[in-house]
């Protein structure tokens, strides 16, 4: 996507860091990527939780709330994949700035794609969180019925079934969520979060 020629940045007085130091912290981007079923929504919401009784500044952006707003007029191809990814990592940049601790949980399967978002967002400020778990494991959390829709051919293109999931190579924090409990997982996130 080009922006016009004619288009340019407008200078701000106030900077990221002025908004930093007003919050009293540093903006960050925790990005929760796996398998659809992999506990990504429900870790996300345990970090907040624990994250705002700690007085800390959090956002939660989460794939299907998005998806009725936001990036409601694109399906799961993978050109429209790119671009809800896209349209995610610009919303939590802009969020990053105002000096919020913004948490972003999305399938996300393609690495490229999580590339970009690093990139968009800035890699000093930008935590990969990669919340794996076998697939069988999240079939059989199956509490929306995806898996088995996919599996009879009424869901295309779905992440794990007829769609790949490019696992995280190098994830900043990697959580097993088929061996560790939910308490567990969001200390170690918590943990890991810069003060």
Same mark, same amino acid.
């Given at each position: 996507m080009k922006s016009s020629e004619h288009i340019v940045h407008q200078a701000y007085q106030i900077q990221a860091s002025d908004r930093e130091k007003s919050m009293g912290q540093k903006g960050q981007? !925790?990005? =929760?990527?796996?398998?659809?079923?992999?506990?990504? @929504? +429900?870790?996300? $919401? #345990?970090? #907040?939780?624990?994250?705002? @009784?700690?007085?800390?500044? +959090? =956002? !939660?952006? %989460?794939? %299907? $709330?998005?998806?009725? *707003?936001?990036? *409601?007029?694109? *399906? =799961? @191809?993978?050109?429209?994949? +790119? #671009? $809800?990814?896209?349209?995610?990592? #610009?919303?939590?940049?802009?969020?990053?700035d105002a000096g919020l601790l913004v948490l972003t949980a999305f399938v996300s399967p393609f690495a490229a794609d999580r590339a970009k978002a690093r990139e968009i967002v800035g890699s000093q400020r930008f935590i990969e969180i990669f919340v794996d778990c076998p697939l069988e494991v999240c079939e059989s959390r199956d509490v929306k019925g995806l898996y088995a829709k996919a599996r009879q051919g009424l869901i295309p293109d779905f992440t794990g079934i007829s769609s790949p999931f490019e696992a995280p190579e190098s994830p900043e924090i990697h959580i097993h969520t088929d061996r560790s409990d939910l308490a567990q997982c969001r200390q170690t996130i918590v943990d890991f979060i810069p003060s």
């Open positions: 981007v !925790l990005w =929760f990527t796996g398998l659809s079923g992999s506990g990504k @929504s +429900t870790l996300a $919401n #345990e970090v #907040e939780t624990l994250l705002h @009784s700690q007085g800390r500044h +959090t =956002f !939660l952006l %989460d794939g %299907d $709330n998005l998806r009725h *707003g936001l990036n *409601g007029d694109l *399906g =799961f @191809s993978e050109a429209d994949r +790119t #671009e $809800n990814i896209r349209r995610v990592a #610009e919303v939590a940049k802009l969020m990053a």
